[in-house]
């Protein structure tokens, strides 16, 4: 569990500055939606691995959910990005996929 905690943490910071970074800073980005739904959904895995029951993986997922919400409201403030609410549907799908997956494994 701890090397999944690290890479959460790597993540969850990687995520956070690529979506906090200054448009003009970022390369042009295929599919902004897709993105999303990728990086959220490698979370959700990622926090899969560190529930140790249902309950704990909900919880996990739910705050998955809130970060991504967090992230896009502090977009207001940063040049050349906004709040998105298809963003966040983007994020709640990859945290439902990656969730789902693994409920079905456990």
């Given at each position: 569990?701890?090397?999944?905690?690290?890479?959460?943490?790597?993540?969850?910071?990687?995520?956070?500055?690529?979506?906090?970074?200054?448009?003009?800073?970022?390369?042009?980005?295929?599919?902004?939606?897709?993105?999303?739904?990728?990086?959220?959904?490698?979370?959700?895995?990622?926090?899969?691995?560190?529930?140790?029951?249902?309950?704990?993986?909900?919880?996990?997922?739910?705050?998955?959910?809130?970060a991504g919400c967090l992230i896009e409201a502090l977009q207001h403030w940063v040049p050349g990005r906004s709040f998105c609410w298809r963003d966040i549907a983007a994020n709640a799908a990859g945290i439902?996929?990656?969730?789902?997956?693994?409920?079905?494994?456990?």
């Amino acid at each position: 569990m701890h090397t999944e905690l690290i890479l959460l943490i790597f993540g969850l910071t990687v995520v956070s500055l690529g979506c906090l970074a200054p448009k003009h800073w970022m390369p042009v980005l295929p599919n902004d939606k897709l993105l999303h739904f990728l990086a959220f959904g490698g979370l959700s895995l990622l926090v899969g691995q560190i529930a140790s029951n249902k309950i704990e993986l909900v919880s996990w997922l739910f705050a998955l959910l809130l970060a991504g919400c967090l992230i896009e409201a502090l977009q207001h403030w940063v040049p050349g990005r906004s709040f998105c609410w298809r963003d966040i549907a983007a994020n709640a799908a990859g945290i439902a996929a990656g969730g789902l997956f693994e409920s079905l494994l456990a």
